[in-house]
């Protein structure tokens, strides 16, 4: 296809990775004479396999407003076209028609909304990281596309890391010891002690060690 996939830029998505409050951010296509875009065709020769499947992508491709017909070409075939009328879904890339348009945005904007957003779907970096490796499958990774991922995974990573931290920060035994007041092991097993005619040693009590 004359195409080339952009690297959500500019493409929002309210209902699947994302809400109203928070939209998340998907991947369009955008005609362009000079670019490859890669991907797979599939074939339904049953009417009624097709007619279902085509009712269930208008709900899951509902953001794209555009079903265009396009040529299908094969690493086999560059310059003659294998399959015609394949269906594709595009975006009008024009925010007075179609309200899911955002516009360009600095990368690290982007990356930050992905790492974010969420939606009835799931997170919004899950579909990113999903194209990732489909593009990767198919021996046609996109540069682009995978900076990206790489970005949203460094958010991700580092919020892990500071939550961490934070719940350390909130674990007694860290405050203890960042006061120097961890009691020492020796110190923490009374004595046995004489109960009737049996020896017993008491279970240590959360509050001993206070």
């Not at 493409?11 to 890669?38: K, M, Q």
């Not at 009008?92 to 790492?115: C, F, H």
Request: contains cysteine; negative net charge.
């Amino acid at each position: 296809m004359r195409a080339v996939i952009k690297c959500f830029e500019i493409f929002t998505c309210y209902e699947h990775r994302g809400t109203d409050e928070l939209p998340a951010r998907v991947s369009t296509l955008e005609p362009d004479e000079e670019a490859i875009c890669w991907g797979v065709a599939y074939c339904i020769k049953d009417g009624v396999a097709a007619e279902k499947a085509m009712s269930y992508l208008s709900v899951r491709e509902s953001e794209y407003d555009m079903i265009n017909t396009i040529e299908f070409f094969t690493e086999d075939s560059p310059d003659v076209p294998v399959l015609s009328e394949v269906l594709v879904f595009m975006s009008t890339l024009d925010k007075s028609n179609n309200r899911y348009y955002l516009g360009a945005a600095p990368k690290e904007d982007i990356a930050l909304q992905i790492a974010t957003a969420t939606g009835p779907c799931g997170p919004n970096c899950d579909y990113l990281f999903r194209l990732v490796e489909a593009l990767r499958e198919i021996g046609h990774e996109d540069k682009d596309v995978t900076e990206l991922a790489s970005s949203v995974r460094k958010i991700i990573d580092e919020r892990k890391m500071q939550n961490k931290q934070s719940n350390a920060s909130l674990n007694p035994v860290s405050l203890f010891a960042s006061q120097n007041l961890v009691p020492k092991p020796h110190l923490m097993v009374p004595a046995p002690v004489q109960m009737g005619s049996l020896r017993h040693s008491p279970r240590l009590l959360k509050s001993q060690a206070r």
